[in-house]
Structures are given as structure tokens and as C-alpha cells.
């Protein structure tokens, strides 16, 4: 259902007002999914040795703060959302000394680095779940969610996973069945239970101690279920509907998501990383921008990612209704993403090739000019289109589970750095998933040219990290003619052209164009501006000349 919100009114508000610490509050974040990232031993997989020496790369960029995907110990059934230690590395990625390392060399460089953790679900072979299915009597038993079949036999009640099929599993031994969102291996951990607490308040302790900066909340809407785990409501019929996703979405999830208690989780994780300077961001996925100010309060999570935008029409009135509706509902917390680890790429959402580049880095722009934290996902600065990934090489479990999706390969296909095996991802014969593109597209091949898209996106950033207000300045929604979508921040006007003709628009006084997207002309002293299609710019207003 579209829903019609209204254009942000002009509103005096800070990221700082809200608590966020200026280091986050004038920030773009970057996500490394490190097992696409750079493999430093050659067996095909990234890890913390081969992220080392391509953090160079993020600081040459202009980003601020490195998340980096999960790294613990773990079965990998969902490549590492499924953890079996959270104070450990997994083999595969590393040692703890590594990590040390990355976090080291990321300060050196003057990044922050936030880590992924998972307070969802486990995996199933945590020593927590072991315990907790072995002994329906023990300690353990309660760290998950475990019920009776229905009267009549069956699932508890009519809960979906993410992934397709039941959100229970039977465990015949003791003849209960137990809770997951996600996949069978990924059991729910009950957090109404307060040893759950203490245990993820020791975690968070681990790592701030070894001088992490914050933490990537997954799942951040979920930890808390209703009570009497009561039926959700249908918003649609299922007959005939087949594909997870969408299967999904057909229920109204009022009782397993977005349960007001989560909230208090976060207020006590608050206090303990304010001591260390550290932030929570959520992975909030819940799509309606008031429904995200409920998960953001103020005094919990800091900011929470807003992925709307990544299912938005392209059109003007859809693009500026949805950004403007969540700085709207929350102005001072939103992470604006485009693009994941979980979506398909945005190049290729935005019509492929250099059309969905164009509208890629146009609405980057938008989003890099609003309050809130930008975030980039790897590859989206270099304008990589979906990687190609063949039917047989699928390995996501929502592909290999789901005869009907196409799963999160496509963008999941490693990092190309340059000419040279693998595209200098990786020297193994074989790479756990394919090469998904060109040398064309990779690092070294758009550093060499000033025009790629590569060198626009550091560009973007330089011109935004030199507009020093971005954080407090009001936001002021403009009127603009046909296709244009624009607002102003302070002395600085971001607009983009949705449409796909040449659109001219005079914002009123004289104005220096301070970046362009498609073009490379800044000139100074303009009283109207012209956008090819998909073009985005920066004003900034002119001097007064001399009298
Ligand atoms: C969100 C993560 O981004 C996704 O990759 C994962 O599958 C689910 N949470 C479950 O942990
Ligand atoms: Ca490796």
C-alpha cells in the first residue's frame, strides 16, 4: 500500500541534539562484506588479512567509519549471521590478532570501524543452543524461545521465516518446537530472559575493550517477541503466492517484530557504550518512517538504517515523498542506504548500465546532502551493476532453499581491485563465488580515469566533508519545477533531475555549482541551472561581489 506522507517542513534539529557524537553525527559509513572483500591467504574467501591493506583505499575515498560484516566463528548456513562465538574470529577470516590489526591500521588512518553483532539468533551450534535442546530442564533451556505444538498439532502459531516456510522447527526429542525468524540454524534467542542480557552486555564489552567503535545492530526491530506469541494478522491471501519475500510481507508482523520492550535493550546498551565514545546503529528494517521513530527514541539506538529508498519508484514525487518523510519522522537518526549485502544493486534496481549509474550517483547526492548518515556499500562507489553469477554457482540459502528467488549473490560477487588474477581479489583457482565483473570496473582501472564513476563518488565526498553544517542545518524542501527534486541546507542547494529531458530551474539569487554528476563544469555566479537526466549538482550561494 503507497502511503502519502508530507514534504519535511523547514525544522531546527542536530544530530548532536540527539545524543549522536559529532564524529558519527558528520560521517559516511562504508559496509566491507569481508568475504567479498580481499582473501590475504588464498583459499578464495576474504578475510582480516587480505581487508588490511585495502583499508588504504577507504581512507583515499574520504569515508569516516568501516562496518565490517560478521567475522565470528560460525557454520556460515547464513554466511556468518548465523554465529557459534561472539568473542572469537571464525578460521576462515582470521585470528583476533588480525582483527587487532584492521582496527589499528583503520585509527592510524583515522577511520572508525563498527562491528556487526548479532543479538537475534545464534547459530544452532552455539554452546547455548546445544545445551538449551539437550536439557529441557537446564539453565540454558530459556535462553531460546521453545513452546508445545498447537492444540490441534503443528507450529505454535502462524509465524513466517524470512527465509520461506514456518518460523518454528520441531525438535522431536523433547517434542516442543523452537522459535526462528530466519533459518532453522538460526534459533531466536528469548530476550525476555535477563541471563540473555548479561550475556550480550559482556560481549559489547569485549569489544569496545579492544577499541572498537560501535556496533551494526542486526535484526535491530526483532529481539523482543510479543508475550502470548499471539497469531499475526493476513494483509493478503498466500494462495498461490510462492516467493519467501513476498510471502512475507502478506502478514501484518505486529507480533514478531517492532515489540515496544526491544527498546529498553538498547536504552541499557546506551550506557554502556557512551563510556567508551561508541555508537549503536540499528538495522532497523521496518518501512513505514513512523514506525522507524518508534525504534528510535533517543536515547537507545543512535541511528537506524532507512531502507525504503531502496524500493522506491523513480520518480520524482516517490523519491522526494520518501526522503523527505523519514528526516521528517526522525531527524536527527537516519543511516541512508542504497544499497546492501541483501538487495540487489541499485545500478541495476535504476535501469542497468549507465543509465542506472547515472541515477545511482544522482540520488547519492540527495542522500549525502540530507541529516543522517550516509552509508556506501562496497562496489557502490565504483557503480557495479549486479554481479553474474550462474544458476549453479548460487550458494545464498534464499536461493538454494527457494526455488522461486535469485537469493543476495548477485551482489555479493567479490570486490574487483585491478588487473591480474581474480581481479586482484584473490590469487586461489577458485573464488567462493565468481568474479562478477570487468577489469573496466575495477579500482585501479576507474582511479586511472578522471571521469569514472569511482572519482566522482570521492569527490561527492570531498565537496560534502568541506560544507562543515551539514549535521545542524535546517532543511528546507524547494518547489522545483517538473522532474527536479532539491532542498536546501543552509547556503547549499542539493537537487537532481528524475526525469529524463534537460530541466533548467532558477532556485532564486546567484549560485557557484559545486559538484556535478554528469557534467564537469562548475561555473560560479549562476542565476539558473540546467540537469541533464539523472544529473544531481551542489549549489553553493555566490559571494556577495564587490560594491
Ligand atoms: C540481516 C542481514 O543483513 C542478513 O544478511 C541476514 O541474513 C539477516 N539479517 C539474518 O541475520
Ligand atoms: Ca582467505
Redesign the pocket.
Known amino acids: 500500500m503507497r502511503r502519502n506522507w508530507s514534504p519535511l517542513p523547514d525544522r531546527e534539529n542536530s544530530l548532536s541534539d540527539a545524543g549522536v557524537p559529532a564524529w558519527l553525527s558528520n560521517s559516511v559509513g562504508y559496509e566491507v562484506y569481508i568475504r567479498s572483500f580481499g582473501d590475504g591467504n588464498a583459499d578464495g574467501i576474504g578475510d582480516m588479512v587480505g581487508l588490511l591493506p585495502h583499508l588504504d583505499h577507504l581512507a583515499w575515498l574520504g569515508v569516516d567509519v568501516v562496518w565490517i560484516t560478521p567475522f565470528y566463528p560460525s557454520p556460515m548456513a ?1 554466511y556468518g ?1 548465523d554465529v557459534a562465538d561472539y568473542e572469537g574470529v571464525a578460521p576462515e577470516f582470521g585470528t583476533l590478532d588480525d582483527f587487532d590489526r584492521v582496527v589499528a591500521r583503520a585509527h592510524d588512518l583515522g577511520l572508525r570501524v563498527v562491528v556487526d553483532i ?1 543479538p ?2 545464534t547459530s544452532d551450534v552455539h554452546a547455548w543452543f546445544e545445551a538449551s535442546r539437550s536439557d529441557p530442564e537446564g539453565d540454558h533451556r530459556d535462553y531460546y524461545i521453545w513452546r508445545d505444538p498447537a492444540p490441534g498439532g503443528g507450529p505454535p502459531n502462524n509465524w513466517m521465516s524470512h527465509f520461506g516456510g514456518p518460523a518454528w522447527t520441531l525438535d522431536e526429542a523433547s517434542g516442543q518446537y523452537y522459535l526462528h525468524l ?1 533459518l532453522p540454524e ?1 534459533p531466536d534467542l528469548n530476550w525476555r530472559n535477563p541471563a540473555v542480557r548479561s550475556e550480550f552486555e559482556k560481549i559489547l564489552r569485549f569489544w569496545l575493550d579492544r577499541g572498537v567503535d560501535g556496533f551494526r545492530i ?2 535491530a526491530h526483532a529481539l523482543i517477541k510479543d508475550e502470548q506469541l499471539r497469531d499475526n494478522p493476513m494483509l493478503m491471501p498466500l494462495d498461490g503466492v510462492t516467493d519467501a519475500s513476498y510471502r512475507f510481507i502478506c502478514m501484518d508482523h505486529r507480533y514478531d517484530l517492532t515489540q515496544p520492550e526491544t527498546l529498553d535493550i538498547y536504552r541499557s546498551w546506551r550506557h554502556i557504550v557512551e563510556q567508551y565514545d561508541a555508537v549503536l546503529i540499528g ?1 532497523t528494517y521496518v518501512l513505514d518512517p513512523a514506525d522507524l521513530a518508534k525504534m528510535l527514541p533517543g536515547d537507545g539506538l543512535h541511528i537506524g538504517f532507512w531502507f525504503t529508498p531502496m524500493h522506491m519508484e523513480w520518480e520524482a514525487g516517490a523519491i522526494r515523498r520518501t526522503l523527505s518523510a523519514a528526516t521528517e519522522a526522525v531527524p536527527a537518526g537516519v543511516g541512508w542506504v542504497q544499497s ?3 538487495e540487489s544493486r541499485p545500478v541495476a534496481r535504476y535501469g542497468g548500465g549507465d543509465l542506472g549509474r547515472r541515477r545511482s550517483l544522482g540520488l547519492s547526492v540527495l542522500m549525502m546532502g540530507l541529516p543522517g548518515v550516509p552509508f556506501i556499500y562496497q562496489g557502490e562507489e565504483l557503480g557495479l551493476d549486479d554481479g553474474v553469477v550462474p544458476a549453479d554457482q548460487l550458494t545464498d540459502p534464499l536461493a538454494v532453499r527457494n526455488e522461486d528467488s535469485v537469493g543476495r549473490d548477485a551482489c555479493r560477487t567479490p570486490m574487483p581491485w585491478g588487473p591480474g588474477p581474480n581481479l586482484g581479489f584473490s590469487t586461489a583457482a577458485r573464488t567462493w563465488l565468481p568474479i562478477g565483473h570487468g577489469v573496466e570496473w575495477s579500482v585501479a582501472s576507474e582511479m586511472a580515469d578522471p571521469r569514472s564513476h569511482l572519482n566522482r563518488v570521492r569527490e561527492l565526498l570531498r565537496v560534502r566533508c568541506a560544507i562543515t553544517d551539514l549535521a545542524t542545518m535546517p532543511t528546507r524542501w524547494h518547489d522545483c519545477p517538473g522532474d527536479l527534486v532539491g532542498f536546501s541546507r543552509g547556503d547549499h542547494i542539493f537537487v537532481l533531475n528524475v526525469g529524463d529531458t534537460v530541466a533548467s530551474w532558477q532556485p532564486g539569487g546567484r549560485w557557484d555549482c559545486v559538484y556535478r554528476s554528469v557534467g564537469f563544469e562548475t561555473d560560479s555566479s549562476m542565476s539558473e541551472i540546467s540537469l541533464v537526466p539523472a544529473e544531481a549538482v551542489i549549489l553553493a550561494r555566490s559571494a556577495p561581489g564587490p560594491t
Open positions: 547464513d549471521y548479532v537475534n539468533h530466519f538460526q542486526d535484526v538495522e546492501s549485502h541483501d
